[in-house]
């Protein structure tokens, strides 16, 4: 069974910085199946990345995907305050088919 | 405008039943996988089940399967949740998603609050 570990659990930034959000899995991630979605309070989650690179329709440039295999990375590159909000990765194609990572809490320093 | 809109949310006894409804608007609804996804209060999101496009194929988490099924119907462009003998620990709000592109999921419901309690 795939587990993804996200790390850290929080990150306190402070808008206009760089926030690098790790995504490990315990078994290599089929053909770069990986995305990362934003989700903030009271909403529901939002798809950011998909195939591990690839941005989704109306996501900014400052948001990248990268990795492959068991690591995977999301880089935001200057924190805008909307930015601030929880960050999940999501794999599929391993049991159980589709898995989440616990999460990513980007906060206000 | 893609939307999904999921009803169907409400208090439970422990043991209880109820189904939730997801309708679609916006794309064609047989064209996709669709999925459920839950998320209980305060913690993480928990994939639950997908469907195909014809409805032929089903998965399920190992927390849900036995008790939950998915289903859809194309004609009125809906997905549906049962669940049934349902436990506190299915307290949360559930959302049905859109299957997309390497297995992501897009666009995302508002969600509906299951909550289960005597």
């Known amino acids: 069974e795939i587990v993804l570990t996200q790390s850290p659990g929080t990150l306190s930034l402070s808008p206009g910085e760089r926030a690098t959000l790790s995504c490990r899995a315990s078994?290599?991630?089929?053909?770069?199946?990986l995305a990362w979605y934003q989700q903030k309070p009271g909403q529901a989650p939002r798809l950011l990345i998909y195939g591990a690179s690839s941005r989704a329709t109306g996501i900014p440039d400052r948001f990248s995907g990268s990795g492959s295999g068991t690591d995977f990375t999301l880089t935001i590159s200057r924190l805008e305050p909307e930015d601030f909000a929880v960050y999940y990765c999501?794999?599929?194609?391993?049991?159980?088919?589709?898995?989440f990572g616990p999460g990513t809490k980007v906060d206000i320093k | 405008e893609v939307q999904l809109v999921e009803s169907g949310g409400g208090l439970v006894q422990p043991g209880g039943s109820l189904r939730l409804s997801c309708a679609a608007s916006g794309f064609t609804f047989s064209s996709y996988w669709m999925h459920w996804v839950r998320q209980a209060p305060g913690k993480g999101l928990v994939w639950v089940s997908h469907i195909n496009n014809d409805g032929s194929s089903t998965t399920y988490a190992d927390s849900v399967k036995g008790r939950f099924t998915i289903s859809r119907d194309n004609a009125k462009n809906t997905l549906y949740l049962q669940m049934n003998s349902l436990r506190a620990e299915d307290t949360a709000v559930y959302y049905c998603a859109r299957g997309s592109s390497y297995g992501s999921f897009d666009p995302w419901g508002q969600g509906t609050l299951v909550t289960v309690s005597s």
């Open positions: 078994q290599s991630v089929i053909s770069s199946y």
């Open positions: 999501q794999q599929y194609g391993r049991s159980p088919l589709f898995t």
